[in-house]
């Protein structure tokens, strides 16, 4: 007797596991894309039935209370491997490369840091180009890095996951030289961290959701309003130890590479309907 046909193979299994496990006969096959769980014994077969029953509506109650996204409100899958698994390659490199510069002073002296500071000159780019980039991947402190790579991890998933590895690299690229030269302008190159590339990230994604809300993943008001206050307290009370210019040049391009990639994704959108 049939007891339920799926297309999904993992409840399928599932559920063939459960009823084995509980003495019962389960028959499976396959009947034109669909797995078919069967019960021969017909007096094993109203047991069987209320207990897959059971078992579906505990996945389904499962499903509702899964996890929220923090920084949109949205649910988001549970994942196995947890925080970690969540992130992409290129968020998993950021941090990976982040915590290896910064464990370098204490290994092999401050070698590594001075060939990754942006020039003395905007001339020195020339022959040492990745200069560039590369102050955003040095921090100064525990506190710095620890800050710097939750937000990056958190922004940089969300990007990764909802739209491509691809993508949050091109943001995270364009966003740390346009920071990395506005600070340089102001201060001078004695500057690191990826603060500017965080609030790059925020930038784009406050944009290309308020643009596109219906893609899933606009920030919530409070993380915005939140990200905008301390860059101001930062501006008034910080302005010697942290790198406003950074922050705000990062804000600003990334705000305008949403700006781009939200109107061309509401153009498509809107020539598909």
Not at 52 to 63: S, V, W
Request: charged share 15%; proline share 4%; aromatic share 10%.
């Amino acid at each position: 007797m049939e007891l339920i046909r799926t297309p999904q193979v993992e409840l399928a299994n599932l559920i063939e596991r459960t009823l084995k496990r509980n003495g019962f006969q389960v028959h499976r096959h396959e009947d034109e894309g669909q797995f078919v769980l069967s019960v021969p014994d017909a007096e094993q077969y109203p047991h069987a039935r209320t207990l897959t029953a059971e078992l579906i509506a505990d996945l389904k109650r499962g499903q509702d209370r899964q996890a929220v996204e923090p920084l949109t409100g949205q649910p988001q899958p549970l994942l196995s491997g947890g925080w970690l698994a969540s992130m992409g390659w290129v968020t998993k490199l950021g941090l990976g490369l982040c915590v290896a510069i910064f464990l370098t002073p204490y290994l092999m002296g401050d070698g590594v840091y001075l060939a990754l500071l942006f020039p003395a000159t905007m001339e020195g780019l020339t022959s040492q180009p990745w200069r560039l980039i590369t102050p955003m991947l040095m921090h100064f402190s525990l506190l710095h890095i620890i800050f710097n790579l939750l937000w990056w991890a958190d922004l940089g998933r969300l990007i990764e996951r909802h739209q491509s590895s691809a993508q949050l690299l091109l943001v995270t690229l364009v966003t740390s030289a346009v920071s990395n030269v506005a600070q340089f302008l102001y201060s001078g190159p004695m500057f690191g961290g990826l603060s500017g590339v965080v609030y790059g990230l925020l930038g784009y994604l406050w944009i290309f959701g308020w643009l596109n809300p219906g893609a899933g993943f606009a920030l919530r008001r409070q993380i915005v309003v939140f990200m905008l206050v301390w860059m101001v307290i930062c501006f008034v009370g910080l302005s010697d130890v942290v790198a406003n210019a950074a922050h705000l040049a990062g804000l600003v391009s990334g705000c305008l590479l949403g700006g781009i990639f939200g109107m061309v994704r509401r153009s498509q959108k809107q020539g598909a309907v």
